[in-house]
């Protein structure tokens, strides 16, 4: 069992607050429930989870140095009905309140409590420490019905005592001759009584019944007289250590009161005076100024009335002008003479060379430089050379520019050329400067068709294959031969495309494939399946082209 989950209600904080403020707290009763809640609710809670039952507390409150300790007694006194104690809760109240559940004590595993029926001396004593301030008043309401008096308990030995049957035999008992504590025997032979004393270390004990009193009536290993007497001690000491009050409200002894509340020592001292008596302070003995003090503006670093601001005190609210600081009014416009400028009607000293109008023409057949200030015309010259770009030569001689604008040319088209058209330079062996250069020459005899060209490349298959799926390869020349081939662990994938001037021819190893050619690109397709397409998945196929 580990009664962990525990917790002081939302209800039994505030009955905390108040205590420590100095009111009092009182322990009502007790209650045991069968119901489980979770641990981080039971705060919330104002009743037991199916309450079962309610308890009385066994005596005054027991001071530990974790705190208060309460004795809870459970009993199966008028229960009908077993149960298991899961929940252990504690009604409370301050002042003249209605109690409310203080606190609540859980273990899911629980203790299981029995009917009166089943066990009628069940009895059991629970224990729960409250961590409260040894300066709060706590007492505790004590049910004197839960405490057994004198008079019961003899009643219960006579009780007892009197169920013990007599017992009729011949022959005298002896030490292994049973019975129980107070029960009498008669000897059939010699019609001599005897009482049992009890039983002691494994013996039985029988004395003539002429010859004691109930005092020598063995109860526990002594007399059942001692043992009352033993419990009336006990009991007188219980009541001198409970303060009864109306209503029965057992609260501490003096001395428990002195034990909690008398911490501080009397001869404590605060700043300097013993706590035998009351302590008055002043503020002296605090290192503080008298309520009679007034500080001065030195005193609070403030500034003093008599300081000046521009020549005006601070002994009220001043009002600075633009004249106290020197300064120009917001309603002053500058002039351009204020700040050195040429006013709007003016006419700079420097701009009357302009008043004329000037003429300004480029020599393209001299280099010279001219300063312009507006006084008269210029002709300056020309330095450097015009890029092609930009519609000159680029060259700075005849051969060069002629040479600059040869090597300017784009690429040649048909477009245009008739057959009588001639080269721009027909002397292939002149110097740097007069000759076509080998890319452009290059360019124009591929566009007269004059030489072969060669493409070589690869590409990777797709998957795909049919009509609406066909492969194509375009080319910087138009196309007269294809060849495609793949080979992977031994296995070959070809086919070749002849273009024609009359028409397109295909073969391959496999059925012969659909193709056609359009300008510059080559398509194909193959109905089949990928692989007859040469565009299997993923395949790597290599082709080259002669136009």
Same mark, same amino acid.
């Given at each position: ?13 505030? $009955? ?17 429930? =069968? ?21 009385? !507390? ?18 199966? *006194? ?55 301030? &040894? ?17 019961? $308990? ?55 019944? &002429? ?29 001198? @250590? ?59 670093? *403030? ?32 002039? =351009? ?10 006419? *700079? ?21 001219? @300063? !312009? ?33 040869? @090597? ?36 124009? #005899? ?5 030489? =072969? ?19 194509? #390869? ?32 295909? $073969? ?29 998945? #993923? ?5 080259? *082209?002669?136009?």
């Amino acid at each position: 069992m580990a009664w962990n989950d525990r917790a002081v209600t939302l209800q039994g904080l505030e $009955m905390l607050r108040r205590c420590l403020g100095g009111e009092t707290l009182t322990l009502d009763h007790a209650g045991g429930g =069968a119901g489980v809640a979770p641990a981080a609710s039971l705060m919330t809670q104002n009743a037991l989870m199916d309450q079962r039952q309610t308890f009385a !507390f066994g005596g005054a409150l027991a001071e530990l140095e974790t705190g208060r300790r309460v004795n809870i007694l459970i009993t199966s *006194a008028g229960l009908a009905q077993g149960y298991t104690l899961r929940q252990v809760g504690i009604w409370a109240h301050v002042g003249d309140d209605t109690p409310a559940l203080f606190a609540v004590i859980q273990d899911a595993e629980g203790i299981p409590i029995y009917s009166e029926a089943e066990f009628p001396d069940f009895a059991l004593n629970f224990y729960t420490v409250l961590a409260v301030s &040894s300066a709060a008043d706590v007492t505790v309401h004590v049910d004197p019905s839960a405490m057994a008096s004198m008079a019961d $308990m003899r009643a219960a030995v006579d009780e007892a005592v009197s169920k013990a049957a007599p017992i009729a035999k011949g022959g005298t008992p002896d030490s292994t001759t049973p019975g129980t504590a107070g029960q009498h025997y008669l000897d059939t032979d010699s019609g001599k009584e005897y009482v049992c004393l009890g039983e002691k270390d494994g013996a039985y004990q029988w004395k003539p019944a &002429s010859a004691g009193t109930s005092a020598e009536i063995a109860y526990r290993d002594t007399t059942v007289e001692t043992a009352l007497d033993n419990i009336s001690e006990l009991a007188r000491n219980a009541a001198q @250590s409970i303060i009864t009050h109306a209503g029965s409200n057992g609260h501490i002894t003096e001395q428990e009161r002195t034990n909690w509340n008398g911490r501080v020592p009397a001869t404590r001292t605060v700043n300097g005076k013993p706590l035998s008596a009351d302590v008055m302070l002043t503020a002296a003995d605090v290192k503080a100024r008298p309520e009679t003090w007034t500080p001065t503006a030195a005193d609070v670093g *403030a500034v003093p009335t008599s300081r000046k601001v521009n020549g005006k005190a601070l002994s009220a609210d001043i009002t600075l002008s633009a004249a106290d600081v020197s300064a120009r009014p917001s309603t002053w416009t500058p002039t =351009a003479a204020d700040v050195g400028a040429l006013a709007s009607s003016g006419t *700079a000293a420097a701009a009357t060379k302009l008043a004329t109008a000037r003429t300004i023409r480029t020599n393209l057949g001299s280099t010279a430089t001219a @300063s !312009f200030d507006g006084t008269g015309n210029i002709t300056p010259g020309v330095t450097g050379t015009l890029p092609t770009a930009n519609g000159g030569t680029g060259g700075t001689t005849s051969a060069a520019a002629i040479y600059n604008l040869i @090597s300017a040319l784009t690429a040649l088209t048909s477009t245009g050329l008739a057959t009588g058209d001639y080269l721009p330079l027909l002397d292939a062996s002149a110097t740097t400067g007069k000759k076509v250069t080998l890319t452009n020459l290059k360019t124009w #005899l591929q566009k007269q068709n004059i030489g =072969a060209r060669i493409a070589t490349g690869s590409y990777t298959g797709t998957g795909t294959y049919g009509a609406s799926n066909p492969c194509s #390869l375009t080319f910087d020349f138009v196309p007269r031969f294809l060849a495609i081939t793949r080979k992977v662990n031994q296995e070959n994938d070809s086919g070749w495309i002849v273009c024609e001037a009359g028409g397109l021819n295909t $073969m391959q190893t496999n059925p012969s494939l659909n193709s056609a050619v359009t300008g510059n690109t080559v398509k194909w397709y193959h109905t089949y399946n990928a692989q007859y397409q040469l565009n299997y998945n #993923l395949y790597i196929y290599y082709y080259v *082209a002669i136009g």
